[in-house]
C-alpha cells in the first residue's frame, strides 16, 4: 500500500504559476504509476496528467498541454505538477493518485488504487 499526501495548493492570480507536490509513503514508491486530477465545484472529476513508473513517459489532457508538467523525483517518493499560465478554468481540487496496472498512462479514476486527500488550487482573475 501507498499513501499520499497533497501540498502547495493555495490562492494565485491568473497567470500566475503553482507547484504541487504529492510525497508518498512506502518503499515501493518506484513501482507505483502516477496521476494528478482535479474536481471544480459542481464538475467530475477530471484527469490533468500521468507519469511512467520511472518518470520517462508522461501524459497529459489537452487543457493543460503546454501549461502543466508533471515529474517525479522517485529518491524523495514525489510527484510533482508544475502549473503555469493559470487561468479561472483550473480552479479546483488537485488530487494525485497511484496505480499499478501494466498500461502507466491510466486516463480514468477507477484504474488508480490509492489516493490523496486534495489540495485546493483557486485562480483569480
Known amino acids: 500500500q501507498v499513501q499520499l499526501v497533497e501540498s502547495g495548493g493555495g490562492l494565485v492570480q491568473a497567470g500566475g504559476s503553482l507547484r504541487l507536490a504529492c510525497a508518498a509513503s512506502?518503499?515501493?514508491?518506484?513501482?507505483?504509476?502516477m496521476g494528478w486530477f482535479r474536481q471544480a465545484p459542481g464538475k467530475e472529476r477530471e484527469f490533468v496528467a500521468a507519469?511512467?513508473?520511472?518518470?520517462?513517459?508522461?501524459v497529459y489532457t489537452n487543457g493543460v498541454k503546454g501549461r502543466f508538467t508533471i515529474s517525479r523525483d522517485n529518491a524523495k517518493n514525489t510527484v510533482y505538477l508544475q502549473m503555469s499560465s493559470l487561468t479561472p478554468e483550473d480552479t479546483a481540487v488537485y488530487s494525485c493518485?497511484?496505480?499499478?496496472?501494466?498500461?502507466?498512462?491510466?486516463?480514468?479514476?477507477?484504474?488508480?488504487?490509492?489516493w490523496g486527500q486534495g489540495t485546493q488550487v483557486t485562480v483569480s482573475s
Open positions: 493518485a497511484a496505480h499499478s496496472r501494466s498500461n502507466w498512462a491510466a486516463r480514468a479514476a477507477y484504474e488508480y488504487a490509492y
Open positions: 512506502g518503499r515501493t514508491f518506484s513501482t507505483y504509476a
Open positions: 507519469i511512467s513508473w520511472s518518470g520517462g513517459s508522461t
